[in-house]
């Protein structure tokens, strides 16, 4: 079939029924051919248009073609059920259309031809947006099916019933009416579907929503283009109702490192550390070294190696995360691995039907493995547990954040017919519990790889930091209540409570080491140095400001209410400094999340503020200043806030961390001496932590000599 050079010479009709018209052959594909702009809105679009107008889109992207599609995505009980149960709108209909197009290329020649989009896409040529209905309160979805041809000089717009699906093309009695700009007839008609297509387009229908899904929708065109690079055009289309058969990708479910990544030398020596080890152990890897690309790529080619050795071998990878944003954050990269990961959160419901069937298709060789990601809470209840028990095949088994699973309601879940082990943390040791390090070890195997900081420094992988460190001094009333608590500590230890207590915060023993810790991180001094610093860095981007949790233990002692320290801050930041700021904590929604950390990274934020929600896994590369208001002494907390800050970015060349350091008042009483220089070495030996490998760690050291002398800690 000859491409026409213009619309009006490519023979198009009035009107086309399928019991006398080919529909593919006698109008899209000449059309197409024949374009330089195709916009098309339609109901429930699966993406199955790609592989029916395969041959068309060739003709239509060689033309620098532009294309605009507007889909509504089809929306089962579950998510139903989300919207009314207050989840983010966008986020449910975004996830509903990335399902429509996942089910839409397991058919290997949809697959083909959503993979032909692939240079429209990487050349900012095509954009997808999904419309839906709102009134009410209540969400409906977009069933009008209208498409505009245009060629520069002519357009024609069409309307009717077939939609751009497997059956709308090929297989069910479809009619559609044409409408050309050149016919006197038809102009008026031609020009008000166009107008229609651009109000829709930017979102002036009433009634009708329409929200951005090319980014989304990226992922699954850029996948399907890298697995269908290789193979051969299209084969010529069905017709007369034919439907297409359906026919397996080469090895589906399967990771393969992307071409894109450079894998660095030492992330190399750990995945072969850990084939070294007979694929268990864990890698003790500094926050920021990439320690999630590492564990990918080490799938990845366990994967590989099972298949040389038996090409019909199958591997499931299960990833566990502390929290949901994380494994959102982990999705991320899988999916630039080539898979599309089940996750598994919240209620089972969501999940648990689609893991089984995951399941079911590896035992049944439909396809070559599939990678679930799930939270620490969900991994640990029972249907997650009764889904990895009924696995028999090739399981590997990686833990983000390991030290989490050495918790003794988590430590007894670890699934034993995982052949395949990996951990993964930069401070594997569990905090004052060595029944949980030692549960870890035996369970992963040894450490097979470490990378601290100062090494990742050197290497390149992390960037240099300026350390400073500020006294704060605790006031009277602080002091006073940090020594009542500190002599209850001692009491209760030398009447012989159990050690382990300290990792219970709900024992008496744990509560009195909160509530003493709260008061250091609560430090009411902090506030007014904290303004001052933030004031000399006014004009810098990118600023982390960790806060104590919860409220100062005095207000609670006085039985009087107060603001939060993160409360606090954000009113000084925002309304008293006018820095565009944002909180992230766990009250913020995961959607919110997300858009506060891209907003931070486009330095639309100047400033994001928060407690522990940033400890553990969360991407923050562009941060270049942490202010640590609150710091624990457990050395995994400080080191994971250090690690965050470091990571490096385009134009970043050294960060600055920002220490508040709280210290005794001076001349305070004789008796509580011991008390103070207990608080001080603790103190102390975060600042000697962050101090060694600062570029200006002499610097930072003359600051603490007078408080050293003061309480005789030249040792620490």
Known sequence: MAASPFLRDCGAESDYRSDRNDLVEDFYLPALAASTAYDRAVGYFAASVIATLGQGIDKFTARGGTMRIIASPYLDPADIKDIEDGYELREVLQRAALRDLEQAVEDARAARGLGKLGQLVAENRVDFKLAYVEERG??????????????????????????????GLVGNFEAIEV?????????????????????????????????????????IVERSARATADQYELDDLP????????????????????????????????????FHNQCRGILRMATGTGKTLTALSAASQLGTLLRKNDASASLLTVVVAPYQHLVDQWAKDIEWFGVTPLRAYEATSK???????????????????????????????????????SYRGHLLLVADEAHNL??????????????????????????????????????????????????????GALCRYIYTPILVELDDEEAELYAETSAKIARLIAAGTDLKETADRDSPLGRLLKKRADII???????????????????????????????HPLLYEHGTDGPRQIDQVMEMVGNELHMPAARYTSETKRSARLDILRRFANNDLQVISSMRCLDEGVDVPASRTAYLLSSSSNPRQFIQRRGRVLRKAPGKERADIIDFVVVPPAGGDAIQYETERSLLRRELARVEEFAYLADNEGDTLNVLRPVRERYGLFDT
């Not at 007894?412 to 519990?433: C, H, I, K, V």
């Not at 991180?521 to 600023?543: C, N, P, V, W, Y």
Request: net charge positive; glycine share 10%.
């Open 138 to 167: 209540r969400v409906g979805m977009y069933h009008e099916k209208i498409g505009v041809f245009r060629d520069g000089r002519d357009v024609i717009a069409f309307k009717g019933s077939a939609n751009e699906t497997r059956s």
């Open 179 to 219: 409408y050309r700009s050149w016919d006197p007839s038809d102009a008026r008609r031609a020009a008000r579907i166009s107008k229609d297509f651009d109000d829709l387009w930017e979102n002036r229908t009433q009634m009708l929503h329409v929200i951005p899904f090319t980014e989304a929708a990226k992922v």
């Open 239 to 274: 017709t007369g109702g034919t439907p297409i058969r359906t026919t397996p990708l080469p090895s589906p479910g399967t990771l393969a490192i992307p071409p894109s990544l450079k894998v660095r030398d030492y992330q190399k020596e750990a995945v072969q550390n850990w």
């Open 351 to 389: 999940w648990s039907p689609r893991a089984h069937s995951l399941l079911q298709n590896i035992a049944l060789g439909g396809t070559r493995g599939g990678v679930i990601v799930t939270t620490n809470a969900t991994f640990g209840g029972d249907a997650f547990q009764n889904l990895l028990s």
């Open 406 to 459: 050495g918790a003794a309601h988590l430590r007894t879940r670890l699934p034993e017919n995982a052949q395949y082990r990996l951990g993964l943390s930069a401070t594997p040791e569990r905090w004052f519990d060595e029944e949980g390090t030692d549960a870890l070890t035996d369970y992963f195997d040894r450490v097979v790889f470490e990378m601290g900081i100062g090494e990742a420094i050197r290497r």
């Open 521 to 551: 991180g609560h430090a009411r001094g902090k506030l007014e140095i904290l303004h001052a610093e933030i004031e000399k860095r006014r004009d810098t981007s990118h600023q982390l400001i960790y806060c104590a949790e919860g409220k």
